[in-house]
């Protein structure tokens, strides 16, 4: 079902919600990134998307995480991360929810925290092989600062920077 833009309503999750982002990443991520990294894949067949989500729940109690709902199921989220690392983080929409602007509100709502709370320059990280989410930011005012591999998984990264006004 694609949502009407209009009908979804955006908001700070709330603490015991966290597991519903944490969820939503992993069956994210095993839809658009597993076919392209084998790392990825590997992880994914060894532990069940579960217990991914549940040793990754540590992780989304940091900084702020929003979530879009559409009659009231979590259809996607971003993550603002504030203290010694200033990024954008963790944006997932459900793939039937695409295209009709959810992405850019959750980018955008990330993004405002960050300058809200007087942050002026923002990081984000990103798969060099995500094309379409570095076209997504570049056309956003982003830009590629630099290249380097994930230390764990060994996927080729991007790290791309924002000044925030
Ligand atoms: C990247 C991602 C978050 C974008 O989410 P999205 O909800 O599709 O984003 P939007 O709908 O806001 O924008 C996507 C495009 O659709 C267009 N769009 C926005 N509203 C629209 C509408 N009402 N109708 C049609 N198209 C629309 C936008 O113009 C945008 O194109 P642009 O980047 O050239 O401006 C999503 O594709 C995703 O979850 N991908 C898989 C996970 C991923 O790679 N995440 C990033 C990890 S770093």
């Not at 989500?53 to 009231?72: D, H, M, T």
């Not at 997504?136 to 060994?154: D, K, L, V």
Request: charged share 25%.
């Amino acid at each position: 079902m694609t949502p009407s833009s209009d009908r979804i309503v955006y908001r700070p999750l709330k603490k015991h919600e966290l597991i519903s982002a944490a969820r939503l990443k992993f069956s994210v991520i095993a839809e658009a990134w597993a076919p392209h990294v084998y790392p990825i894949r590997q992880l994914l067949t060894r532990r069940s998307p579960e217990s991914e989500a549940r040793g990754n729940l540590p992780i989304w109690r940091r900084g702020r995480v929003f979530g879009a709902f559409a009659s009231g199921t979590l259809v996607g989220v971003s993550r603002a991360i504030f203290g010694y690392h200033n990024e954008v983080s963790d944006l997932w929409v459900f793939a039937p929810s695409r295209e009709c602007g959810i992405g850019s509100m959750l980018f955008g709502r990330a993004e405002a925290e960050l300058r809200r709370r007087g942050i002026r320059t923002a990081r984000l990280y990103t798969a060099a092989f995500n094309s379409h989410a570095i076209a997504f930011y570049r056309a956003r005012g982003w830009r590629i600062e630099r290249r380097n591999m994930h230390r764990t998984s060994h996927v080729r990264r991007v790290r791309m920077i924002k000044r925030l006004r």
